[in-house]
Structures are given as C-alpha cells and as structure tokens.
C-alpha cells in the first residue's frame, strides 16, 4: 500500500498533492541548462524524482525547454506566463496541478529530505501555504514550498501588478512559516536546502549525496 504521509489529523495525504519540479530559469550562473546537469550520475531533475516518486504518483515538469525533459516520462508544462522569473513557474503549477495542494521543487536544490516534505503535509490544513525559512531574518524557501491552490488569485494580481519577487504576494495570503529548528530536528543540518547554482556548488553537492540516497 502507498504509504498517505499522514502523521496526524491535522495533515493532509500525498492523494490530495501535485509535485511540480521547476526546471525553469537561466542557469547563467551553471553555463548550462541546470536541471539536465549531471551530479553522481543523475541530471538534477532525475535524481529529485527518484527521491520522491515512491511517495507522490502526480509529478509534473514545468519548462518551456521540452526537448530536454521528455526523457523522464512525466508530464511537461510550459509557463502559463512567460518572462516573470520563478514566481511564473510557481503560478503556472498551481494553474496546472488539477490537486488541492502542490509541493513545488526546484531542480536546484538536488536533496530533498522525504520527512520535511511529510512535515509540511502535516501542518498545511489551516493555511495557503508553508514555506520553510533557515532563519526569521532571511528569505524564505519559497521554491521548496507547499501552497493550496486558491493562492493563484493572489499570484496573479500581484503579477498583474509588475511584482515578481517570488515571496511578493505573502503579504496577501495565511502562510505558516517552518522554522529552522522544525527543520534540524528531521533534517539535522538542513543540507536539503542546499542549492547547487554553479559548477563550484556541483563540487560541493558530490559531498553530500551520500546522506541523500536514492531509491
């Protein structure tokens, strides 16, 4: 039996949320397209999904370079609306995703800490969204976040409006924020968060594959 991430009665199941893994951007930083770079033998977006396709059976890409992703055999989205940075790409999943909830993942961050992601089912009843944050004085991690579908409104008026900072419509919406202790205490060290943007951080990444395996 699929294993429903509920821990509590407070949390919803993985049958009620969509992952979207963004694989968007300009990886100006990488010199190549990011989510196809290779780490331990894996592209990026190869190695998230293996890490999570044994919980979650609604996975989907979201692109606009389908050339490079139909390998992986789930369904590819194009932005909805073009030319807006990540928050473009976090619309255009929620636009998609048919589910009450959905779990966005950046390529970027190659680990994924399958306990974090069970945490933040668990506590997003009451909210549109819970966003993790490594501390209250930085920006929150709102590319490994989950938002309730109802968010869209508020995305789309805010981008209507010129705004395209990614974390720029929380004013707008009930978000619980996961702070850094919640996270250590499933993730110690909260390297699943760690973002390889350059081909120095893919040197770092190779470090670490070891407390992420996959499945």
Do not use: W
């Not at 933040?120 to 909210?127: A, F, G, S, T």
């Amino acid at each position: 039996m699929r294993e429903t991430a509920r821990r509590n009665s407070m949390g919803i199941g993985v049958q009620e949320v969509g992952v979207a893994i963004l694989a968007g951007g300009k990886s100006s930083r990488m010199g190549s397209d990011k989510g196809l770079v290779m780490l331990d033998g894996y592209p990026l977006v190869e190695r998230i999904i293996r890490q999570i396709s044994h919980l979650f059976e609604d996975i989907f890409i979201v692109t606009n370079k389908p050339e490079g992703y139909s390998q992986f055999g789930y369904p590819i989205v194009g932005d909805v609306i073009r030319d807006v940075g990540p928050l473009g790409g976090v619309y255009t999943a929620l636009d998609y995703d048919k589910n009450d909830y959905t779990l966005i993942l950046s390529c970027d961050m190659p680990f994924v800490c399958q306990g974090i992601l069970v945490y933040l089912l668990d506590i997003v009843e009451k909210y549109q969204a819970v966003v993790p944050r490594m501390d209250k004085l930085s920006h929150p991690e709102p590319l490994r976040a989950l938002y309730r579908n109802d968010c869209l409104k508020q995305i789309y008026n805010y981008l209507k409006t010129g705004g395209r900072k990614a974390i720029g419509f929380y004013d707008e919406i009930d978000v619980r924020y996961v702070e850094r202790k919640e996270i250590e205490d499933i993730d110690p060290g909260a390297m699943s968060f760690f973002n390889a943007n350059t081909p120095y951080d893919l040197v770092e990444a190779g470090r670490l594959t070891k407390y992420y395996p996959l499945i």
